[in-house]
């Protein structure tokens, strides 16, 4: 059954995501959510309300309820509600570190779909990859915020030096240049490995939310993965073509918990309900098994429940 209300937080500090919006609101209506909130914080100049292109976007999806509002104040709004928000049963939505907080903070209060957090990106690559994609794909991870994470995990002792040199041109050019500047200074790393073995056990190890493979046998060592938001495989699917219209949804877990956690997706925002149905003759076939686990905890009165309904040495069925 879907939740019956649900929360979508749509970034919009260094960047605003209209990508976003279709990433939450779409599996939630494909889920059969019957309300859908949106929050997006207010821009400069827009006279306190959301990125036009943001709005647009919830309006060509057919949402009317969008607040101006960002930050973990409002995913308090969401989960615990105001005068003009009911709270809802889900949160769902990327963040910064204070919105990632904020909603582990809820969990428990509400739903919440995964610690999207700053973002993050892995990339294996061996000697066959081209050192100039590696180097953008880097750029355009760290251009999201100045906490992107970027690990290049490699066997080959020389590519570390051809990305780092295909990066500056492309470092220079990069319209958001301080931006991925610090990130790359800050929350970057290479790590030089043994073998593909080795390369997998370090991405493992880390659960990226973004795992590119630029290496031979991509897709061999695609299937090998344990621990990832999304796997890209091969040196034509970036992680850009994720983020916008791949298929897969860009909101995924970071910061290791894709060791427990998968992306967003319908699921997210479905419960299973259990229902349970049961006639006289099956009640009193089970009833022994009853009986058994219900002496070995020591809850007579779960097993006096059943016994009133069959007792023992009666017939299931009576002649």
Not at 254 to 266: C, I, Q
Request: with cysteine; glycine share 10%.
């Amino acid at each position: 059954m879907p939740v019956g209300r649900a929360g979508v937080y749509v970034p919009g500090g260094l960047v605003v995501y209209p990508s976003s919006v279709l990433m939450n609101v779409i599996p939630a209506q494909v889920a059969g959510v019957p309300q859908i909130a949106v929050a997006s914080p207010p821009q400069p100049g827009r006279g306190g309300l959301p990125d036009p292109a943001v709005l647009a976007a919830c309006a060509l999806l057919g949402i009317e309820e969008v607040h101006a509002a960002g930050g973990a104040q409002a995913i308090a709004m969401l989960g615990y509600g105001t005068a003009d928000c009911p709270p809802v049963d889900v949160i769902t939505g990327p963040g910064n570190i204070y919105v990632a907080a904020a909603k582990r903070v809820l969990l428990g209060t509400v739903g919440t779909d995964a610690e999207a957090g700053p973002t993050e990106v892995a990339i294996i690559a061996d000697d066959t990859a081209d050192p100039g994609f590696v180097a953008a794909d880097l750029i355009a991870q760290a251009e999201h915020d100045p906490l992107a994470a970027c690990l290049l995990i490699t066997t080959d002792p020389g590519l570390a030096d051809r990305a780092g040199q295909a990066l500056g041109p492309q470092l220079a050019a990069a319209r958001h240049h301080d931006r991925v500047a610090q990130a790359l200074a800050g929350q970057a790393a290479c790590v030089l490995v043994d073998d593909a073995d080795a390369a997998l056990a370090v991405a493992d190890a880390w659960a990226p939310e973004h795992l590119e493979i630029q290496a031979r046998d991509a897709s061999v060592l695609a299937a090998r993965v344990r621990n990832a938001g999304a796997v890209f495989v091969g040196p034509y699917a970036p992680v850009a073509l994720g983020d916008y219209l791949a298929g897969s949804n860009h909101v995924l877990p970071t910061g290791g918990t894709a060791r427990h956690t998968g992306g967003l997706s319908v699921l997210s925002f479905l419960r299973g309900i259990h229902v349970v149905e049961c006639d006289r003759p099956a009640l009193a076939e089970v009833a022994p098994h009853i009986d058994a686990l219900g002496g070995a905890e020591d809850l007579a009165a779960h097993v006096a429940a059943v016994r009133i309904r069959v007792p023992a040495g009666v017939p299931a069925v009576p002649a």
